[in-house]
């Protein structure tokens, strides 16, 4: 049986979905204003690893990943840019499934945006205020009444109490109590607006995941996820509204990915230590990325360094070299099926699941040259186990073959084969130099020859 951490209860449960086969699942997705970074693709990698786990359970699964495409840092950006605010988010909207597509990230079932659901968000706005959850303020702003929601505050574990003596009025705010947060902003001169039962304006940003959520999933759905970041305010504010709103419970399952540091210090920019997804992929291929998002479990923190990013390339070498030279047409072995589930099972334990794949390699290599029929079968089984993780799942040869993004590939592979035949005429020949030269040669290239009783192979530092 598979066990979430669920973030409501602080505790792993089953996982029961409210309808039998069949799973909702809501995943915040990016604000897209620039491109995105490491915290952003461990978000794509996390949930896209739960979507393909859910679906090899046999789940049938309805994957939501909203797209927030109105909101202030958008509107301060398209104006420093001069520039429309839609073709602006358009523009980082088709580079983030750029970057999703290389770090093998499937797309979701559906992948709605805020400006497409005014009328959505509008009538439950409508509802807070009809139900006594939500109040007009002279500014024309609406705000929720965070105390007329007394379970506020149960998923972040803060108490009204405590919240109220740290609040603030931010200025031009007009508000009823400092721990009320705004549901739609009233138009201000050179901002896109659309016209609503309140005069002009905007919708806040909490209020968008509510309306896209419950419109795509229902009233209750299974499983919400984001990254921690996101707990308090985003999701605490999500569960008032979409509960004052319609009566019923929101979420059954509440994940959280950890952060992300770089270094052992946290990620920004006044640190000197931010970058870009788009430039480490500049530096590292896509699953290799992946890989490393992968080594530890979704809920702990993942401190990204070079190293590690080269640890992964050398992990993601030993699992193709493995898989070389062997047919993956044939069935897959299920001799290592059961521990991988079970690693997967407790919470998506990857690092325990790729701990599963390591020894699997280990017997593919150790009878690869006695048994190579059952060789072949457990290499279709990491083929099989590694679909799961989305890894290993490109052709050994162009894997291994693919290089260092770092490294100016000087020789085709064409003429790579064609210096391999005259090295083994040089050797044939016992010319030593000239053989010695031609490795040489692939030395200075990155490239790495591999001499076995059925030839010499080759592959890309």
Known sequence: MLKIYNDLHNRKQTFRPLVPGKVSLYVCGMTVYDHCHLGHARVLVVFDLVYRYLKRLGYEVNYIRNITDIDDKIIQRANERGEPFLQLTQRFIDAMHEDAEALAVLPPDAEPRATEHLAQIIAMVQRLIDRGHAYLADNGDVYYSVRSFPEYGRLSGKSIDDLESGARVAPGEIKRDPLDFVLWK???????????????????????????????????????????????????????????????????????????????????????????????????????????????????????????????????????????????????????????????????????????????????????????????????????LGAVLGIVQADPEDYLRGGDPQVVQGLSDGEIEALISARNAARAAKDWAEADRIRDLFKQQGIVLEDGADGTGWRRL
């Open 186 to 384: 009233a138009a201000k001169p050179g901002e896109p607006s659309w016209p609503s039962p309140w005069g002009e304006g905007r919708p806040g940003w909490h209020i968008e995941c509510s309306a896209m959520s419950t419109q795509a999933l229902g009233d209750t759905f299974d499983i919400h996820g984001g990254g921690a970041d996101l707990i308090f305010p985003h999701h605490e504010n999500e569960i008032a509204q979409s509960e004052g709103a319609t009566g019923h419970p929101f979420v059954n399952y509440w994940m959280h990915n950890g952060f992300v540091r770089v270094n052992e210090e946290k990620m920004s920019k006044s640190l000197g230590n931010f970058f870009t997804l788009r430039e480490l992929l500049g530096r590292y291929r896509g699953e290799e990325i992946r890989y490393f998002i992968l080594t530890s479990q979704y809920r702990s923190p993942l401190n990204y360094d070079e190293e590690h990013l080269d640890n992964a390339r050398a992990a993601l070498t030993r699992f193709y070299t493995a898989l070389r030279g062997l047919p993956l047409d044939v069935p897959p072995s299920r001799l290592f099926d059961q521990r991988f589930a079970a690693a997967m099972n407790d919470d998506f334990n990857t690092p325990e699941a790729l701990a599963v794949m390591f020894d699997l390699v280990r017997e593919i290599n150790r009878i690869r040259n006695q048994q190579p029929q059952q060789a072949a079968a457990l290499a279709a089984e990491l083929r099989s």
